[in-house]
């Protein structure tokens, strides 16, 4: 075998790297939403929130920052990245400190103390093999 000849599942050409990675603070790539959203009604966090929830878990894997917010306040932490729910909806995040955390969405019931929970979702990583 020549010195010319690589191994390699991706070839590089003169040494030049296809990807590289930047190291940052700037987490303004990370954002939730392109622009600002509002939920008007139940059917509409139904649809859109999921996703955006989606977001805000894998966010809080990378980003101390976020997570420490989103535990205290994520009402307010999703409203400061521009996503506005109804007043009878609500957020919960579950298993903060856990490698499996939960954000749980209420809804609050007129003249009660009760909610019903509309959806959940959850971090779980698994490797295959």
Same mark, same amino acid.
């Given at each position: 075998?020549?010195?010319?000849?690589?191994?390699?599942?991706?070839?590089?050409?003169?040494? +030049?790297?296809? $990807?590289?990675?930047?190291? +940052?603070?700037?987490?303004?790539?990370?954002?939730?939403?392109?622009?600002?959203?509002?939920? $008007?009604?139940?059917? $509409?966090?139904?649809?859109?929130?999921?996703? &955006?929830?989606?977001?805000?878990?894998?966010? &809080?894997?990378?980003?101390?920052?976020?997570?420490?917010?989103?535990?205290?306040?994520?009402?307010?932490?999703?409203?400061?990245?521009?996503?506005?729910?109804?007043?009878?909806?609500?957020?919960?995040?579950?298993?903060?400190?856990?490698?499996?955390?939960? &954000?749980?969405?209420?809804?609050?019931?007129?003249?009660?103390?009760?909610?019903?929970? &509309?959806?959940?979702?959850?971090?779980?990583?698994? $490797?295959?093999?």
């Amino acid at each position: 075998m020549g010195s010319n000849t690589s191994n390699a599942l991706v070839p590089v050409k003169n040494g +030049t790297l296809p $990807a590289v990675i930047k190291k +940052t603070n700037d987490v303004s790539a990370l954002s939730l939403v392109n622009e600002e959203v509002y939920l $008007a009604d139940k059917q $509409a966090v139904r649809e859109q929130l999921p996703d &955006i929830l989606g977001r805000v878990l894998a966010r &809080i894997w990378i980003d101390s920052k976020f997570n420490r917010s989103f535990s205290e306040d994520p009402r307010g932490t999703l409203q400061s990245n521009g996503v506005f729910m109804p007043e009878s909806m609500d957020v919960e995040f579950q298993k903060p400190d856990s490698s499996r955390p939960r &954000i749980v969405v209420y809804e609050k019931r007129a003249n009660s103390k009760f909610r019903s929970r &509309i959806f959940y979702l959850q971090l779980v990583m698994m $490797a295959g093999r």
